[in-house]
Structures are given as C-alpha cells and as structure tokens.
C-alpha cells in the first residue's frame, strides 16, 4: 500500500505492506527460490504479459518488493504525484552503487564525483570502471565553479556521483546546484543517501536522479544485515537501465535481509530523531573539551556546511568527526572507551566508534588522506540510540585517559 498523503512516519510502517491469505499481520517471509505456476495456461498468459507472476527469486520476490516499495515511498515524500519512482534492493550498498553507475555510463562515457568517497565506492570509480572504458575525474567538493568546468570540458559526462553528508569528514555538497549544473549539460545525478537517510535528506525531491544508500546503517538499523538500495525517477527508463542489472550481476539479498531490514525501516523515523537529538548533545560535549582538537558535525553553527545543510536537511543526523591531535590521542581514547564499540559501519542502535585513518580509509594513499582532511589524530562516531548522558560519561572518561 502506497498512500502518498500519509506523513513520513505512517509510510514508514505502512508503505509496500502486503496481507497474506492466512490472515498474518504481519507479511511473510517468502523464502524461495522458485515459484510454481498452477497449470500451462497461466504460463501462457504470463508469457503474453495478461499475467504477472513471479518465477524466479534472483528476478523478483514479495519480501523484496515491499522493502523497495517502503523505501520508494519515503524518497518520493515531497515530490508531485507525477513522478514515477522506482526502487530496487541489492545484496549491499555497493551492488547498488555498481549498479547504479554501470546503468548510466558505458565505455567512452565520463563520471565525476567529488574526492573523498566511501572507500570502496572511491576505489570502483578510480580503478574498477576505467578498466571497462568508463573514465572519472573528481572536483573537490563538487565546487559550483570547476564542475561547471569540468563538465564544459568532459562533454561526454553521464553521471555525477555524489555523497553529503560525505564520509568521513562530514563534507557537505549542495544537491541542488549540483543537479542544476549538471542537467544542464545533459549529465544524471546520484546521490548516496547513507548517512542522511529518506527521513533527513529526500534528494529526489531537490531535482537527483538516482539515490543509492547501503541499508546496511540507518535503513536496517540494527546491525543485522548487509544491503543496499537504489530508488530512482523516471521509472521506466532508469528502472531499465539500473534495478535491471540485479538480473545479470546477481547482487540478490535474501528474502530474510529484506524481511529484516523492513522491520528495522519501520521505526526509522522515531530512530533519526533520537539519533539527531543524542549527537547535537555529543557534537556540543566535544566542540568544548579541551582535548578535541576539531569538532566536524553539520549541526554547529561554525561547521563550513551547517547552512546548506540547514537548507536541504530536515536534521543534521548523528555522525560526527573529531580530532584528538595525533594518532597516540586517538588510540588511547579508543582503547578507553568502555559504552560505545571501537567498530566500523554506521548507523546502529548501539555507539560505534572508529579510527578512519587506521580502518575506513586505511586503503587511501596518505597524501591523498591529508588533503581529504582524513588526520591521523581523526575519530568518526556513529552516535546511537543509549541515554545521551551515558554515551557522554563514557567519552569523557576515555578522553581523562
Ligand atoms: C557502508 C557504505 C557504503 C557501502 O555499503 P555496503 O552495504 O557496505 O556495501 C556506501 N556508501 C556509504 C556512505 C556507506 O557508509
């Protein structure tokens, strides 16, 4: 069920909900692998397209179409009735992310992105496309200027590939004079919605193409599964030229992780805003103690991004950078820590904690880590959903150490 005049929070639990036959209230999991069809004569029909029907679990599932549809519907809040939102959902973020950018350029074609990306994301545009004819270039934070530029000298640019807030600093991007330059040289725009998610962020409705998210963080929620997803407009076209390739590259999740990340999809909106009211708390602890160096979160007013997050936001999430100076700093603060887990990932109910330099971005050339501002001294925090005053006695005890 799709009701497109429901507010984010009834979407959440009641979009791409289905009943099933026994009366269950909740939907099923459809864990199979196949389909039977009662007799010839529906196959028939089917073949002729009088029927759907689903025949295969790498092609199409129930569990599957209820997470995409959930998801469609929360990335089309604030769009008019006219767009055709489509979603697909793959085995991770990143058969998404694939999936995406195959889906807009092929060889001879050009993608541009900013420069510092989600490590596996940065390493398929700076080395796994070019090898099948796709070439990349990057334009720091995605300044209005260069792209402009840049785009005026790629011409044969398909995609700009973007992420804010970005990873690991907490950069932010502004979506729509991102998607106003580069429409109007013809080029798509992808947004990974990640960090952000449908409840803060809709770049759908600020003009995007594409959103990609790794369900994995937020969407799940809970830390169970690995997933991702890409909702998209102009259904039709770019369903066809993106969700179709989960045929032939086959990142499928299980009916089970989609089951679960549907769950865990329902309480998103109630989780964000606790998210969102716990990091303000933190993000203020930290911008104050006398051994934090720098404080990165979109929600102080000194943060070089807090104005247009504030414009294209609706909350300024729950991940947060900070310096502690020098590595020694850093993993003595980490070690210390006792609450919160020295993990990577993002996005759970519980506080995560890790070093970008020595685990995230551990594959990213040092040179290129200094100029991204990645420090050895840096810290990410995902902060979760435990009281605030516990999550905060635990950093302070750590940072005494
Ligand atoms: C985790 C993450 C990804 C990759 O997702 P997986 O589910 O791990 O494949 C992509 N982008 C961002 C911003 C992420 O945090």
């Excluded at 600020?206 to 169970?224: E, F, P, Q, R």
Aim: proline share 5%; with cysteine.
């Amino acid at each position: 069920m799709t009701n497109k005049r429901l507010a984010m929070e009834s979407q959440a639990i009641h979009a791409g909900e289905f009943h099933d036959p026994s009366g269950a209230h909740i939907a099923p999991i459809h864990q199979t692998s196949t389909f039977s069809f009662p007799d010839m004569d529906t196959v028939a029909r089917w073949g002729a397209g009088e029927v759907e029907a689903d025949i295969y679990t790498r092609v199409g599932n129930p569990t599957r179409r209820a997470l995409a549809a959930k998801l469609a519907a929360l990335e089309s809040i604030g769009l008019d009735g006219s767009v055709d939102v489509g979603a697909e959902i793959f085995s991770s973020g990143m058969a998404a992310i694939a999936a995406s950018l195959m889906g807009l350029a092929r060889a001879g074609d050009h993608v541009i992105t900013q420069n510092v990306l989600y490590g596996s994301t940065d390493h398929l545009v700076s080395d796994v496309l070019p090898e099948y004819g796709v070439t990349t270039s990057r334009v720091p934070g995605l300044d209005p200027d260069r792209l402009e530029q840049e785009l005026a000298t790629r011409p044969e640019t398909t995609a700009v590939f973007l992420e804010t807030p970005a990873n690991p600093t907490m950069r932010i991007i502004d979506i729509a004079t991102t998607v106003a330059i580069a429409h109007e040289h013809g080029a798509k725009v992808v947004v990974d919605n990640t960090f952000a998610t449908p409840v803060l962020q809709r770049p759908l409705s600020l003009g995007a193409d594409v959103v990609v998210h790794s369900t994995t963080k937020y969407i799940n929620g809970h830390g169970t599964v690995i997933g991702g997803a890409a909702v998209y407009r102009d259904a039709a076209e770019l369903g066809d030229r993106i969700a179709r390739l989960i045929k032939f590259t086959g990142g499928v999740p299980s009916s089970f992780d989609c089951w679960l990340t549907n769950l865990g999809l329902k309480t998103l909106p109630l989780r964000m805003e606790r998210h969102c009211a716990n990091a303000t708390e933190v993000a203020a602890f930290l911008a104050d103690h006398e051994k934090v160096v720098a404080a990165h979160y979109p929600g102080l007013v000194d943060h070089p991004g807090h104005e247009v997050a504030a414009k294209q936001m609706d909350g300024f999430g729950a991940m947060i950078a900070f310096d502690l100076g020098s590595y020694a700093a850093a993993a003595r603060f980490l070690d210390g820590l006792e609450l919160c887990a020295l993990a990577v990932s993002l996005g759970n109910i519980d506080s995560l904690v890790e070093h970008p330099a020595s685990m995230t971005h551990r594959v990213v050339p040092p040179e290129q880590r200094q100029a991204a501002g990645i420090t050895d001294g840096l810290v990410r925090m995902s902060v979760g959903l435990e009281a605030v005053g516990d999550i905060i006695d635990d950093l302070e005890q750590a940072l005494a150490l």
